[in-house]
């Protein structure tokens, strides 16, 4: 759980340094550039013999799902919406992860979606916007005041930004769902070794979709010295070093708290982008409630998961002999 904390915290600040510094680099070209510098970290741990040639191409397609394509889909998102704004859309993650599980494992465990859901209200608290009560007033059917309501809340342009981080969003917890069900299957395997092909399968794939789609590379060229440095520290930090922690932290967690932690990076943005970067951003009292219902997530979560460890650690009943 360590782990998924310090993610968290990194990536919780990367929101708004992508939005600050690296508003006029085209999506798909730092996309391309952050996995590529991310690579470059877990090079010395690309070696074949270390992976069975079936698994290094699982990990790698694994890689063009979670980071390449989960990339593509994030940084287009910050065109039409704000900083924060990209960190609230994430609110769906924890949904996505649980549901993948249960698909995978042909059951269906309420708790942990029930958790899921909790998360995604404590971090929609944040999002929620109400629209003048003139309009609710003269609305007469409750529907119509819902439709309202979401009309402000994804209004405009907002509405593409939502339907681009849903898809970035679905590939972020396929791509942990897999690597949570992978990695126990090969545990002599090198844990660097496995995600250096992940990660290189995400570089391969976010670099051919920038090529493929005439990006434009040279907005690199207006970069700064120092916007290079901040163009390394989200490749390096909060794109390799953080997803292998995150990956890492993913396989020793239940799926009900994995998919809580998905959205703990939301309200941790949002005080971000208050306290450090200085934007506009949701009132403190809705930030404390979103805390509020996160911390009871993770608690209903981890309750679970304990209630299941115990009843596989004690032993069977005995039946009756009459």
Known sequence: MFFLVLVSLV?????????????????????????????????????????????AVGFALLGVVQFGFMYIFYLAAFGPLKPYEVALFTIFTPLYVTLFDDLLEHRFEFRWLAAAVLAALGAGILLWRTPSTLSLLLEPSLWGRLRLCL??????????????????????????????????????????????????????????????????WRTLENLTPALWL????????????????????ATRVAVGTLAVFNNLKIPLGVVCSLFVFATPA?????????????????????????????????????????
């Open 282 to 322: 949701p009132d403190i009292w809705k930030l404390l409630a979103s805390f509020g219902i996160m911390f009871a997530a993770v608690f209903m979560a981890e309750k679970r998961s304990t209630e299941k460890r115990e009843k596989e650690k004690s032993p069977p009943r005995e039946g009756k002999h009459g």
């Open 230 to 249: 901040v163009l390394a520290y989200l490749g390096v930090v909060a794109s390799g070093l953080c997803f292998f922690l995150w990956n890492r932290g």
């Open 151 to 216: 009309a402000e809340t994804l209004g405009g342009e907002k509405w593409h930004g939502f339907l681009l981080m849903q898809l970035s969003n679905a590939c972020f917890a396929a791509g942990q769902i897999a690597h949570k069900r992978l990695r126990p299957r090969i545990a002599a395997a090198n844990e660097s070794a496995l995600f250096a092909w992940a990660i290189a399968g995400g570089a391969v794939a976010a670099t051919a979709y920038a090529v493929a789609t005439g990006a434009d």
């Open 11 to 55: 990536w919780a600040f990367s929101f708004g340094l992508i939005g600050a510094y690296l508003a006029g680099v085209d999506p798909s070209v730092a996309a391309a550039a952050r996995l590529a510098l991310a690579s470059l970290v877990f090079l010395p741990f690309l070696r074949l013999g270390r992976v069975p040639v079936r698994y």
